[in-house]
C-alpha cells in the first residue's frame, strides 16, 4: 500500500508517514485527514513513497483524502520548504499558516456553482446609473458594485439587501448581467476597449515602463525609488496592463489593509472587468476562501493584498509587486517569521518572472543591494502631477516658540491659513489615545500595566487606560492610589487629545481623527477616506495609518507633532524609520496643482536627519547611515538571527539563552553575544530575553543555524516558550 508523507502543524520539524489506498504522486498537494494521537488533523501530503523507516506494523491508515479543490503546484511547495529551511520552522507549520483558514478545518470545501457568480457584459459597462431611477437605491447599489468588483458572488448580492437578488435577475432579462465561471470572455479579447486610459506618463516614469517592459519575461529584482508623488503606482498599472495581455497574473503586496481600499480602486478603476481579489485579515473565512480559490484557479488576473497572500498559488504569475518595501509590517512577528518581501523575491526567482520593489524611501538593505549591482535601480525623480512639487520642509524650534496644548504659534496660524484659503491640513502624530502617560503631581505615581514593562495610555472619552500592546483596560481612578491625592493628570499628547484642542481653537471646521480607534469597524475606514475626497473634511489627524499610500490633492499643509522621541533611541534601525516615516507623511502635501508646506516641531531643528528631511535629500542620508552601519557592524554588511526566549520569571529565560550559547559550536566566521533582557522585558505576563547571533556571510550563518536548531530541539526548556527569528527586524 502507498505510503503518503504528511505535514501537519505541530511544532516538530517533520514529516509523518501514514497509509494510504488509491494515491498516485499527482496526490502530492491534496490536503489530507490523519489521525494524530487521539485526534484528527488537517494535513498535506508532500511526497507519495513505497517505503517508510516507520515499522509497518506501526503505520496509521489516512482517515480521507480530500479532493474538492485542485492541489497545491509544486512550485509552491517548493515555496514552502524554502521557508522552512531558511527561516527553520517547521514544515507542516509553514504550509498550514500558508492556507486559508478554511482549508485547515477538517470539513470538505464546497465548491460555488457556476450559476453563483455573475459579471457584467459589455451592455453593463456601458450602462450608466442615471438610467436608473433615483429611488430605486438597490438596483443602483448592485450596478455600482458590479462594476466596482467586475464579478459577484451571489452571497454578496444577498448582502446588498433581500431584493438585491430581484435586481440581479432584472439586470439579466436587460442582458446586462450573466452567469459565469470566471472572466467574461471578451476580456482578454479585447483588453484594450475595457482598459481605462491612463494619464500620459513623465519621461522617468516611461522609462521606467520601457526598462521593465523589455525584461517583463525574466528575472530580474526591480528598485522602484521614486520620491512621493512620483507615480509609481502607475508604473504598476502600465506593466500589470501589459502582463494581462499575455494572459498572465500578477501580485500586488501591500504593507497595511488600510491601504488597500483606495489602491483597489485605482486598480478596479483602469481595469474594469478584470477580476481582481484582495486576500487580507479583514475577509471573513468565506470571502477570504474565494478570493484564495480564484487565484489558484487563474480566474484572478490581479490579486492584492497584504503579507500572507504572497503564499497564494497562482498557476500563471508574471509579476510580483511589493509596494512600500520597506515598511517593517512584511515582517511577520510571530509564527512564523517571515518576510514577505524577502520570500517573494525568492518566489519570483523560481517562477521566472520580476519582481518590483517600490519605495520613495527603500530600506537600507534594499538600497545597499541596489548600489552593489544585486538590484536594478529606477528612479522616479518628479512628482507626476504637471506643475506639481515637493513640499517645502520648515522646522519650529520648540526652545523659543511658546507651546500651547502641543501647538505653537506659527503652526496654530498655518492651519488657520488653509482654513481661510479652504484646503485641507494633516496633523501627525504616532501616538493614539489622549494621553501617553497618567501622573500624580504629589508622589509621581503612573500608571503602568500590570502584564507589560509599559505605561497605561489615556483614553479620556471613554474613561479608560488602556495598554496599546496587550489589550489591558481600567477605570479612570479618581484619586491616585498611591497617595490618594486628587491632583492626577494626563501628560503628553495622543492622537485625541489634539483632536480636542483643536476642536477648541476652530470650533467651525470639520475635524476628522484618524487611527486604529477610529477606524476599527468595518468599513469606516472607506467612508473616511470618500469624506476627504470629497472635502468634507478641513482638518485630519493621525497616525502612521496616513503616512503613505495616500492621494489628497487638496492637502497643503502637513504638521508633525513629537517626532523627537525617536531621535536618540537605542534601536540602530530607529534614524533609517523616522526618516522614512516623515518623508512619506510630508509627501502628503503638495500632490496636485496646490504648493504644500511641511512644518515639524523640534526641539533639535539641527539635527542631521531633520536637515536631510529638509533638503529632502535621501541618497545622503541613506549613504551616512550606512557607513555608520559598516563601521559598528551592523546589517545589511552582516546576517543577523535572534534566538527569544519567554517565562514566567526572567531568570529562568536567561538560564535556557545560556544554555543554548554553551551548545552551540560556531564557527570563526559566526559571533554568539550574551543573553540579555529584551528592551521591553515584560510583555503580555511574560518574561523576554534575546540572544543574537550574526555573520558576515549568510551561507556560513545559515549552515551553524541548521545544526544548532536541531540541538535546540532537544534541549530542556521547562516552562520556556522559545522560537529563532532570522533577520530580526524588533529587538
Not at 483524502?65 to 520552522?89: G, K
Not at 500632490?591 to 528631511?613: C, K, M, S, W
Amino acid at each position: 500500500m502507498p505510503i503518503i508523507r504528511v505535514a501537519l502543524d505541530v511544532p516538530v520539524n517533520t514529516l509523518f508517514d501514514y497509509l494510504a489506498q488509491d494515491i498516485t504522486a499527482r496526490d502530492i498537494g491534496v490536503r489530507v485527514s490523519v489521525p494524530f494521537g487521539k485526534k484528527q488533523m488537517i494535513g498535506m501530503i508532500m511526497e507519495v513513497s513505497t517505503h517508510s523507516l516507520v515499522s509497518s506494523s506501526k503505520l496509521r491508515h489516512a482517515v480521507h483524502i480530500f479532493r474538492d479543490i485542485p492541489p497545491l503546484p509544486a512550485s509552491l511547495l517548493d515555496l514552502f520548504r524554502f521557508c522552512s529551511a531558511y527561516y527553520h520552522h517547521p514544515l507542516g507549520e509553514v504550509v498550514m499558516n500558508g492556507l486559508p483558514g478554511r482549508l485547515r478545518s477538517i470539513k470538505p470545501v464546497v465548491a460555488d456553482p457556476a450559476a453563483s457568480r455573475y459579471c457584467l457584459t459589455p451592455a453593463g459597462y456601458a450602462a450608466s446609473l442615471s438610467a436608473i431611477p433615483a429611488r430605486n437605491i438597490v438596483k443602483r447599489r448592485l450596478l455600482t458594485g458590479l462594476k466596482e468588483s467586475g464579478v459577484m458572488h451571489i452571497e454578496e448580492v444577498k448582502r446588498l439587501s433581500r431584493r438585491a437578488p430581484a435586481a440581479l435577475r432584472e439586470f439579466i432579462t436587460l442582458r446586462w448581467v450573466e452567469e459565469t465561471l470566471a472572466v467574461h470572455p471578451s476580456t482578454v479579447a479585447s483588453l484594450s476597449e475595457i482598459t481605462s486610459p491612463g494619464p500620459i506618463l513623465t519621461t522617468d516614469q516611461e522609462n521606467a515602463v520601457n526598462d521593465i517592459a523589455a525584461k517583463i519575461s525574466d528575472f530580474n529584482t526591480w528598485l522602484l525609488h521614486g520620491i512621493t508623488g512620483s507615480g509609481k503606482t502607475e508604473v504598476y498599472l502600465q506593466l500589470i496592463a501589459l502582463l494581462l495581455r499575455q494572459e498572465r497574473q500578477a501580485l500586488v503586496l501591500v504593507p497595511e489593509i488600510n491601504l488597500t481600499p483606495q489602491l483597489e480602486a485605482i486598480f478596479r478603476a483602469r481595469f474594469p472587468a478584470i477580476q481582481l481579489v484582495s486576500l487580507h485579515s479583514g475577509l471573513n473565512p468565506g470571502e477570504r476562501l474565494n478570493a484564495w480559490l480564484q487565484a489558484q484557479r487563474g480566474e484572478a488576473k490581479i490579486i492584492l493584498g497584504t503579507r500572507l497572500a504572497v503564499f497564494t498559488p497562482l498557476p500563471k504569475l508574471g509579476l510580483i509587486i511589493v509596494d512600500e518595501e520597506q515598511d517593517t509590517s512584511f515582517k511577520q512577528q510571530e509564527g512564523l517569521r517571515y518576510s514577505a518581501r524577502d520570500v517573494a523575491i525568492f518566489r519570483a526567482k523560481h517562477a521566472n518572472a520580476p519582481v518590483i520593489l517600490g519605495s520613495a524611501t527603500p530600506s537600507l538593505e534594499s538600497y545597499y543591494n541596489a548600489l552593489s549591482g544585486r538590484y536594478l535601480r529606477l528612479r522616479l525623480s518628479s512628482r507626476a502631477v504637471k506643475n506639481a512639487a515637493l513640499p517645502v520642509v520648515r522646522c519650529i524650534d520648540t526652545r523659543a516658540a511658546k507651546i500651547k496644548e502641543g501647538f505653537s504659534d506659527p503652526l496654530i496660524a498655518a492651519l488657520e491659513k488653509c482654513l481661510t484659503l479652504h484646503q485641507q491640513s494633516l496633523v501627525f502624530i504616532n501616538r493614539r489615545g489622549y494621553a501617553p502617560v497618567l501622573l500624580c503631581k504629589s508622589c509621581a505615581w503612573t500608571a503602568t500595566c500590570h502584564r507589560c514593562a509599559s505605561r497605561l495610555v489615556v483614553h479620556l472619552r471613554e474613561k479608560q487606560l488602556r495598554c496599546h500592546h496587550c489589550g489591558h483596560q481600567e477605570r479612570f481612578p479618581s484619586v491616585c492610589p498611591e497617595c490618594g491625592d486628587q491632583d492626577i493628570v494626563p501628560f503628553g499628547h495622543g492622537t485625541q487629545r489634539v483632536e480636542a484642542a483643536l476642536t477648541e481653537r476652530f470650533p467651525e471646521a470639520r475635524i476628522v481623527r484618524i487611527d486604529r480607534d477610529s477606524t476599527r469597524r468595518k468599513n469606516a475606514w472607506q467612508k473616511i477616506l470618500k469624506d476627504i475626497q470629497e472635502q468634507r473634511v478641513d482638518i485630519l489627524i493621525g497616525t502612521q495609518i496616513l503616512a503613505k499610500g495616500h492621494d489628497f490633492p487638496n492637502l497643503s499643509l502637513v504638521s508633525i507633532l513629537n517626532s523627537d522621541a525617536s531621535l536618540f533611541s537605542t534601536d540602530f534601525r530607529a534614524s533609517e524609520r523616522l526618516f522614512a516615516q516623515l518623508m512619506q507623511v510630508a509627501g502628503r502635501a503638495g500632490r496636485a496643482t496646490i504648493l504644500g508646506e511641511v512644518l515639524i516641531q523640534t526641539e533639535f531643528p539641527d539635527h542631521p536627519l531633520y536637515q536631510a528631511l529638509r533638503r529632502q535629500d535621501y541618497d545622503s542620508l541613506a549613504q551616512t547611515l550606512l557607513a555608520e552601519r559598516k563601521t559598528a557592524g551592523f546589517p545589511p554588511y552582516v546576517y543577523q538571527a535572534l534566538l527569544r526566549a519567554e517565562a514566567l520569571q526572567i531568570a529562568a529565560a536567561l538560564d535556557f539563552l545560556a544554555r543554548a550559547a554553551t551548545i552551540a559550536k560556531a564557527p570563526k566566521l559566526v559571533e554568539i553575544f550574551d543573553p540579555v533582557p529584551a528592551q521591553m522585558a515584560r510583555l503580555r505576563g511574560m518574561e523576554r530575553a534575546y540572544l543574537l547571533i550574526q555573520s558576515g556571510s549568510r551561507k556560513q550563518l545559515q549552515e551553524f543555524l541548521s545544526v544548532w536548531r536541531a540541538k535546540l530541539d532537544t534541549l530542556s526548556a521547562h516552562k520556556v516558550r522559545w522560537t529563532l527569528d532570522v533577520d530580526p527586524l524588533e529587538f
